[in-house]
């Protein structure tokens, strides 16, 4: 199975901070952001990976990336205009072919092992539970599920619809660029108006991980989260 990773937003959230450099290249403890979601993609059983970031940054990404020893090879996809996150995937049409593949978001830490990805049916999403203590539910697209199936789905709800979200990490089929193609509003079109289209048509399917698994780190204070438990796990994994 192969794997996209996708990093060429703004980071609008983390300004001034991706004034000089992309989000995904902000530090989460000890490495770059889009270090952990590639090695979460490589727990997951798939290291054959295509990089699409914006054509600005293209030698930052390579330059960085050459400092890590991931295990895994690289296909670059710069994009020029950017046009939201699904649409971004267009650029890598030719290169999955036609079998389904894994998506993540360049901005994602995972805490636990991914499945083997390339054993889940697509279309797939991985949902996480997440904890009472928790009030940041609004960032997220929450979901209800029943039978194997995601049957709802709201996206960053102003109140609590779910305490079950939509994570980062995502299989799609090789149909999923002609629905970009045909997707007409003139708006940036976000991973979560491919994944609201399967699950209106009851064929989204979804695995549960473990509460806490999963941060976004797209703002300040999950940056600094993200860092915190990365810190902890390693020096636990020393002890």
């Known amino acids: 199975m ?7 937003g703004k980071g609008t959230r983390l300004f001034p901070l991706t004034d000089p450099i992309p989000k995904e290249l902000l530090p989460v403890y000890d490495r770059p952001m889009i270090v952990h979601a590639v090695q979460a993609l490589i727990a997951g059983g798939v290291r054959d990976l295509a990089f699409v970031v914006h054509s600005t940054s293209l ?9 890590f020893d991931l295990e895994c090879t ?8 950017r046009g939201g996150p699904s649409r971004a995937l267009l650029l890598v049409k030719e ?3 036609m079998e389904d593949f894994a998506v993540i978001l360049g901005d994602s830490v995972f805490f636990n092992q991914l499945p083997a ?4 049916p697509a279309p797939h999403m991985f949902v996480m539970r997440m904890r009472p ?7 997220y697209g929450q979901v209800k599920v029943a039978r194997g199936k995601v049957v709802e789905m709201v996206w960053k709800p102003a109140e609590v619809f779910s305490d079950l979200i939509q994570t980062t990490v995502f299989i799609f089929p090789p149909d999923v660029f002609a629905r970009i193609r045909a997707f007409k509003e003139r708006r940036e ?4 108006d491919l994944t609201l289209q399967y699950v209106r048509e009851r064929a989204m399917r979804y695995s549960l991980l473990p509460s806490a698994s999963y941060l976004d ?6 940056l600094f989260q993200a860092s915190a438990r990365v810190r902890a796990q390693a020096r636990q994994s020393r002890v």
């Not at 192969?2 to 060429?8: E, N």
């Not at 990805?117 to 889940?120: G, I, Q, T």
């Not at 780190?217 to 999950?222: F, H």
């Open 117 to 120: 990805l390339a054993e889940k």
């Open 133 to 139: 203590e928790e009030n940041d539910l609004a960032k």
């Open 74 to 81: 690289i296909a670059w996809f710069p994009e020029r205009k």
């Open 189 to 192: 079109m976000h991973i979560s």
């Open 59 to 67: 030698k930052l990404y390579q330059r960085t990336l050459q400092k």
């Open 2 to 8: 192969k794997g996209v990773i996708l990093a060429g």
């Open 217 to 222: 780190c797209g703002t300040v204070e999950a």
């Open 95 to 97: 290169w999955i072919g």
